[in-house]
């Protein structure tokens, strides 16, 4: 072995040593505890060092605005006499966060705002809406609209309508009299008043044109159906002819009846007018 060769692996060989033995010493040495005082310390820096999370809070302004609710939009009173009153209620209630505030109510011919307790309401307060509704002299189906005006955004203008079927509640027979100046008391037939729902009613008034037609009646008594015999003044009569009779009752549903009257002349003269032209002798 080359003199070189020996010294290179000798200088190796120490350099092993040391580094084993160096290796013991540190396995030989006792290890340090980690106290539990570390372990609080490194989560607080953790957390310490951990981005802070920013919430974004938005306060949205609540719309305040009132809500006018009706438990009804229409009422039906069904059948009614003509010329009579009847009335209903239209419920309502502030259904909205803020005041309630009712403006104008228009009513058409025959539909009339009877009561109305105030024009403003707090959220959640109810109020009531009374209508009287007067029926037409006319028979049929027929319908009235009222318009309540307030300050609700999204329905300013709300409505309502009353129904109603206007019927006879009582009868009678003739509707039109037709008298003639030559015949005995014009030869004027009776007037019957009948109670068509059975309710019975009694006479109040009777009244002719010119007071030319008069009748007996007793306003106390009561009945269903009433016969009337017609007394006629024949001397007034020839200068009125023609005109009406109105005869009060106290029914419930119905409180006038009247009844036409016409009456043939005594003469009558044909043709109406005669001309005469110039003549030559």
Do not use: W
Request: a positive charge; proline letters at 6%.
């Amino acid at each position: 072995m080359k003199p070189k060769s020996l010294i290179f692996t000798i200088v190796m060989m120490s350099c092993l040593l040391l580094l084993q033995a160096g290796c013991e010493e540190e396995m030989m040495a006792p290890r340090q505890q980690l106290s539990q005082d570390f372990f609080r310390q490194f989560n607080h820096i953790q957390q310490s060092s951990r981005p802070v999370a920013t919430t974004r809070t938005t306060t949205r302004t609540r719309r305040t605005s009132p809500k006018i609710e009706f438990e009804k939009m229409i009422h039906d009173f069904g059948n009614v006499g003509p010329r009579t009153n009847n009335l209903c209620e239209f419920r309502f209630t502030n259904a909205g966060n803020s005041t309630l505030k009712i403006g104008e109510i228009v009513n058409t011919c025959g539909c009339t705002p009877f009561v109305l307790e105030k024009k403003e309401y707090s959220p959640g307060e109810s109020g009531t809406l009374k209508v009287n509704y007067f029926s037409e002299a006319q028979y049929g189906q027929t319908t009235k609209n009222l318009e309540i005006y307030s300050n609700d955004r999204t329905q300013p203008k709300v409505i309502l309508a009353v129904k109603a079927n206007i019927m006879m509640k009582v009868d009678y027979e003739p509707k039109m009299l037709s008298l003639l100046l030559k015949k005995e008391n014009a030869d004027c037939p009776q007037i019957t008043i009948t109670s068509t729902d059975n309710q019975p009613f009694s006479i109040n008034s009777f009244k002719s044109t010119a007071n030319c037609i008069t009748a007996d009646f007793n306003p106390s008594e009561k009945a269903t159906k009433f016969v009337l015999q017609p007394k006629v003044d024949m001397a007034s009569l020839g200068k009125t002819l023609n005109g009406r009779i109105e005869i009060g009752i106290d029914h419930p549903e119905c409180k006038t009846i009247s009844v036409g009257m016409s009456t043939l002349p005594q003469f009558k003269i044909s043709p109406r007018a005669i001309i005469v032209r110039g003549s030559t002798s």
